[in-house]
């Protein structure tokens, strides 16, 4: 049995957009064409690829295993053709990179900047994602390479330590002074134990800085009063500036303006806190020779930024 590499892009198209109508569109092809296409391919598998519905088609189980077969080998395909294509030539070909905000606001210009100088062959895609996609979105083949504040134990994919950000403890001058009395607006470091005597607003279980707080807790045998759990930083501070609790996020993640009267960052000690950031790809393709250089050029720059301290408390190194 043979596949076209064309059909395969249009299932591909299909199951991203879960819409036959919609990936005809996108891939210029008649949408009944594209239909008895799909339904070939069925046909051809011995196996239902999707459940069709009025308003779409979802992935069967056997779609989904199929769809990170056929983002595989198209990606297979896509790299061996730039690899001749670009041999002893400059860096060309889309490149999708993906992160969250907090990375993101560090990354963002001097990347794109710099991409858009040294390459300007290379198509630049850089997109804002929550943490905890960035696995899935590597393996489905939405990103060529993502960061992350942790590493999965899955064989096809590759994490490599871009660098630890240190956690800080945030509260309000007069939750401070109300906890630890006269002048507790003025401390600069309190121990992990010390802060059991706080209010504290975390993100919701599952959340990757959560599970980070909640590894450094098990590890020290300390218990946080948790009033309320909330799943994005800008509303965390919104709460703390609000006076309802205190929370703890790093350094990268705050705007450094709202720091002084209504807002106070406390260094957390015995033991410093750190998450990790990953960069994240996948194990069983070669890279392209743009989507390497691109790797290449933010690792550089994110040693250029932790060595200025323009990335404020985050070091290129574990430990």
């Known amino acids: 049995?043979?596949?076209?590499?064309?059909?395969?892009?249009?299932?591909?198209?299909?199951?991203?957009?879960g819409s036959i109508s919609r990936a005809a569109e996108v891939q210029?092809?008649?949408?009944?064409?594209?239909?008895?296409?799909?339904?070939r391919l069925e046909e051809d598998l011995g196996a239902p690829l999707f459940e069709r519905h009025a308003r779409g088609v979802v992935l069967t189980h056997s779609g989904e295993r199929f769809l990170t077969h056929a983002v595989d080998i198209l990606k297979r395909m896509d790299a061996a053709c730039e690899d001749i294509r670009t041999m002893n030539s400059t860096p060309e070909g889309v490149v999708a990179i993906g992160m969250p905000l907090s990375i993101a606001k560090f990354l963002a210009v001097p990347v794109v900047q710099e991409v858009l100088e040294r390459w300007p062959k290379v198509h630049l895609q850089f997109m804002e994602v929550g943490s905890a996609s960035?696995?899935?979105?590597?393996?489905?083949?939405?990103?060529?390479?993502?960061?992350?504040?942790?590493?999965?134990?899955?064989?096809?994919?590759?994490?490599?330590?871009?660098?630890?950000?240190?956690?800080?403890?945030?509260?309000?001058?007069?939750?401070?002074?109300?906890?630890?009395?006269?002048?507790?607006?003025?401390?600069?470091?309190?121990?992990?134990?010390?802060?059991?005597?706080?209010?504290?607003?975390?993100?919701?279980?599952?959340?990757?800085?959560?599970?980070?707080?909640?590894?450094?807790?098990?590890?020290?045998?300390?218990?946080?009063?948790v009033i309320a759990e909330v799943n994005t930083p800008p509303r965390l501070l919104e709460l703390v500036q609000h006076g309802v609790g205190c929370t703890i996020l790093s350094m990268a993640s705050v705007d450094h303006a709202?720091?002084?009267?209504?807002?106070?960052?406390?260094?957390?000690?015995?033991?410093?806190?750190?998450?990790?950031?990953?960069?994240?790809?996948?194990?069983?393709?070669?890279?392209?020779?743009?989507?390497?250089?691109?790797?290449?050029?933010?690792?550089?720059?994110?040693?250029r930024l932790t060595a200025s301290g323009a990335w404020p408390c985050a070091y290129p190194e574990e430990g």
């Open 1 to 17: 049995m043979a596949i076209d590499l064309r059909v395969l892009r249009n299932f591909v198209a299909v199951a991203s957009s």
């Open 28 to 39: 210029y092809v008649a949408q009944p064409s594209l239909s008895q296409q799909m339904k």
């Open 134 to 225: 960035v696995p899935d979105d590597v393996l489905k083949g939405r990103l060529d390479i993502g960061l992350t504040f942790g590493m999965e134990s899955d064989a096809r994919l590759r994490f490599q330590h871009m660098l630890d950000e240190e956690l800080v403890f945030y509260a309000r001058p007069a939750t401070l002074e109300a906890v630890l009395g006269p002048g507790g607006a003025q401390v600069k470091a309190l121990k992990l134990e010390d802060l059991q005597a706080f209010p504290v607003i975390l993100p919701t279980v599952g959340h990757s800085l959560r599970k980070r707080i909640d590894e450094y807790l098990d590890q020290e045998g300390v218990i946080f009063r």
């Open 258 to 303: 709202v720091l002084g009267e209504r807002l106070r960052a406390v260094k957390i000690t015995a033991p410093t806190m750190r998450r990790s950031v990953y960069s994240c790809k996948l194990a069983t393709m070669p890279m392209t020779l743009a989507v390497a250089s691109v790797q290449e050029l933010m690792c550089a720059t994110v040693e």
